[in-house]
């Protein structure tokens, strides 16, 4: 599972944006999962300023990698941030010893 920090001050409508990209309803508080094709099946969940997003690859690869740049819009506009910015935070997460 992969915590997405959302940008500072940035307060984005994470359904209405799901809903564009991948065509799936429901409380993104609650959590809400649904299939796209060539990423697989998406649970996803937010919870105040970070989204949790859990995905199960597909059995079979798509070999259509303008997914990838969808998948990378979404997060940019879910977010606020980048795919740089969204790295760096990354790199601040702390592993356990």
Sequence with gaps: MREYKIKKG????????????FK????ICKG????????GKIDMK??????????????KVCSDYSIIK???????EATGKN????KKDFGKIKKPK
């Design 83 to 86: 795919t740089k910015e969204r």
């Design 70 to 76: 969808k998948w990378n819009e979404f997060l940019f």
């Design 10 to 21: 940035y307060n984005p409508d994470i359904e209405a944006i799901i809903d564009k990209y």
């Design 46 to 59: 937010q919870d105040k300023t970070i989204l949790f997003i859990d995905i199960e690859p597909p059995k």
């Design 32 to 39: 809400l999962k649904f299939d796209v094709d060539g990423i």
């Design 24 to 27: 799936a309803k429901g409380d």
